[in-house]
T-cell receptor, first 114, second 113 residues
Framework: EAGVAQSPRYKIIEKRQSVAFWCNPI?????LYWYQQILGQGPKLLIQ????????DSQLPKDRFSAERLKGVDSTLKIQPAKLEDSAVYLC????????????FGPGTRLTVL | LAKTTQPISMDSYEGQEVNITCSHN???????ITWYQQFPSQGPRFIIQ???TKVTNEVASLFIPADRKSSTLSLPRVSLSDTAVYYC??????????????FGQGTTLQVKP
């Protein structure tokens, strides 16, 4: 079974630029999560989708971050414009159902904002 | 979701048993205890989950006392490849819940030869 795929693996941008991350969850997984992990900290949930609907985006900085999962499969997370403090690893995870006890994480995208 | 407290770091040697304890004094009746492992440059990976007493799988054991205010992850005979960050999470994983995970800082385990 293929795991969660993410791209790119690394991205370096200047502050105020835009960036987008892509995630392809495990086939058949209805729930998709985006996390931000700052160096030395645990992952922090940014947004959670159930199919193509948003379940929780309470910690998403909506003035600069956006995410979509239009067809209920792949998802894109965008930052526009980026700030220095956005430097982090962005992790995508999926689970088979809402409330599942197991989330499967991708390798993450390491973003550096200069 | 209950807050958890675990040691920031631990050191061990190859072949030893490692026990990482997590404190969760405000755990609710419906809450489960879940542990994740994260290697450098990878996303976290589910290790084990339990509600009470003892749970064992091919990777680890989880010990939960009767009051459920703490739990201990036990890794038997660790190897260098067990060097990772271990996260203890507490939350309602039952049906009707969103499955939201709140990660703390985790415990960095360093296994030495």
């Amino acid at each position: 079974e293929a795991g969660v795929a993410q791209s790119p693996r690394y991205k370096i941008i200047e502050k105020r630029q835009s960036v987008a991350f892509w995630c392809n969850p495990i086939s058949g997984h209805a729930t998709l999560y985006w996390y931000q992990q700052i160096l030395g900290q645990g992952p922090k949930l940014l947004i959670q989708f159930q199919n193509n609907g948003v379940v929780d985006d309470s910690q998403l900085p909506k003035d600069r971050f956006s995410a979509e999962r239009l067809k209920g499969v792949d998802s894109t997370l965008k930052i526009q414009p980026a700030k220095l403090e956005d430097s982090a690893v962005y992790l995508c995870a999926s689970s088979s159902r809402l409330g599942s006890d197991t989330q499967y994480f991708g390798p993450g995208t390491r973003l550096t904002v200069l | 979701l209950a807050k958890t407290t675990q040691p920031i770091s631990m050191d061990s040697y190859e072949g030893q048993e490692v026990n990482i304890t997590c404190s969760h004094n405000n755990i609710a009746t419906n809450d489960y205890i879940t542990w994740y492992q994260q290697f450098p440059s990878q996303g976290p990976r589910f290790i084990i989950q339990g509600y009470k007493t003892k749970v064992t799988n091919e990777v680890a054991s989880l010990f939960i006392p009767a009051d459920r205010k703490s739990s201990t992850l036990s890794l038997p005979r660790v190897s260098l490849s067990d060097t990772a960050v271990y996260y203890c999470l507490v939350g309602d994983m039952g049906s009707g819940n969103t499955g939201k995970l709140i990660f703390g800082q985790g415990t960095t385990l360093q296994v030495k030869p």
